[in-house]
Nanobody, 120 residues
Framework: VQLVESGGGLVQAGGSLRLACTAS????????MGWYRQAPEKQREFVAI???????QYRDAVLGRFDISRDNAKTTAYLQMNSLKPEDTAVYYC???????????????WGKGTLVTVSS
């Protein structure tokens, strides 16, 4: 599975960006696709995920500001980011993993990341 992110960039605080992640290769259902981020000198952290059944989960810090969605084919995941804050600055990575029931199984696939910079 290959993941390619796009949509990062520089934005002022309070602005918006929309990230996209397109998956190709052997995509199996059910699965989960989502977004993680890593700020300089910090560990990678969970941001938002969406399962093929439409269920979503968000990091508390982005609730009400970020919205994750997927296209009908379930091969592209989007992250709409509104009311951006300087602390949202990070490299955003897309993740894909297959699921069996409610458990994630198999290899975890990551994209190369896209940089989001929010200026104050």
């Amino acid at each position: 599975v290959q993941l390619v992110e796009s949509g990062g960039g520089l934005v002022q605080a309070g602005g918006s960006l929309r990230l996209a992640c397109t998956a190709s290769g052997r995509i199996e259902n059910p699965n989960v696709m989502g977004w993680y981020r890593q700020a300089p000198e910090k560990q990678r952290e969970f941001v938002a995920i969406m399962f093929t059944d439409g269920t979503t989960q968000y990091r508390d810090a982005v609730l009400g500001r970020f919205d994750i969605s997927r296209d009908n084919a379930k091969t592209t995941a989007y992250l709409q980011m509104n009311s951006l804050k300087p602390e949202d600055t990070a490299v955003y990575y897309c993740k894909y993993r297959r699921r069996f029931g409610s458990v994630e199984v198999g290899d975890t696939y990551w994209g190369k990341g896209t940089l989001v910079t929010v200026s104050s």
